[in-house]
């Protein structure tokens, strides 16, 4: 398949941001998880996240845990805690809701054409893609995700696009892993995929 | 409702972050877009981010568009604008499938227990929930806001938890409007709710 592209983004590049916004600061992304301690290992063991605030609403019949990255010591008191939070780009908040631990399989649809969360068990066209963690060498990261039991739904050398996976975390998720540089490609990854191997393109755009 | 939180998170304060993943960074959040043109207007106006980088992959019919904040220049060499990109935490890749800009209504599941994307018009438990960005005046942002036009899903006196804000993007994705400290509340809102009103708990976790 090959479309035309019928919009240019280029004025946007050179567009000045508005003063009253400067100091907005994209601080997180929420998702829904079912189990809070499977997902905080994922998330502190696999990806290498720290855990930096929490908080339960009992009364609500939720929790929430906030994780990020380039945080080094988290502060004891409270309230310094939860500014740190709040000024720290990029954090995760896991969202639990108390009792769905309990439940046999995924639970909630992860946006990528999946079934999970629907009435009649069709797929549903979701919004959500995936989350993306950018790493020095994406075939190293890679070798230590498998060996440590890590699924994957394309592994460096696979699908259309080189250099880059997606894994999957204990509910889904899609989660990308790519360079912090350009996009670099070696002869074998992980699963031993070599780099003219791979069925084909497997595209999370859709 | 009054549930029993059974999940005790504090050992995970103090776990050390494995060293493999010392530079690991969360780099971004994908969801789709139906209208780029739209959205990039919404992140850029609205919410202050900054077109970092946008590619085109026609012979897979969509294009990316990475927006963030923080970033006052962007470069012109496309080999160093990939790199700033890929080391700015907390992006926003927008993504847009072509020829979805002509369809009506939104076509995209929010994950947010809505009916967009399935096929029987039910609700769908979705996984993901919102982004959140946080500015020093939770009231003064949600006033621009209100006068931009910008519909919420819940103002900063609206529900339960109060100095805190939902609006709605182009696409109907919730975006978390918080302080960047302390909760700090004041006696109107940008729709005039009192710090007394608001229709119980809107609650964003189910």
Same mark, same amino acid.
């Given at each position: ?46 990806? /290498? %996240?720290?855990? $930096? ?12 845990? &906030?994780?990020?990255? #380039? *945080? ?54 979701? /919004? %959500?893609?995936? $989350? ?12 230590? &995700?498998?060996?440590? #039991? *890590? ?56």
């Amino acid at each position: 398949m090959s479309t035309l592209v019928t919009f240019d983004p280029t004025p946007f590049f050179s567009k000045q941001q508005p003063a009253e916004t400067k100091p907005f600061m994209m601080q997180q992304t929420m998702i829904r998880v079912k189990d809070p301690e499977a997902s905080l290992k994922f998330y502190t063991e696999i990806l /290498g %996240f720290k855990l $930096l605030m929490h908080r339960d609403f009992p009364q609500w019949g939720f929790s929430v845990y &906030f994780v990020a990255h #380039g *945080v080094d010591v988290v502060p004891e008191d409270h309230d310094e805690r939860w500014k740190l939070c709040m000024t720290t780009p990029g954090c995760v908040e896991l969202t639990w809701n108390h009792g769905s631990e309990g439940t046999e399989g995924n639970m909630y649809n992860t946006g990528n054409a999946d079934a999970t969360g629907t009435s009649n068990g069709e797929k549903v066209k979701g /919004g %959500f893609g995936h $989350l993306g963690i950018t790493v020095p060498d994406v075939y190293e990261a890679c070798d230590r &995700f498998h060996k440590m #039991g *890590v699924p994957f739904s394309k592994s460096p050398n696979g699908g259309g696009m080189k250099g880059l996976a997606f894994i999957k975390d204990p509910d889904g998720y899609l989660i990308e892993i790519l360079p912090q540089g350009r996009m670099i490609t070696k002869p074998i990854d992980c699963l031993d995929t070599p780099l003219e191997g791979g069925a084909g393109y497997k595209d999370n755009s859709k």
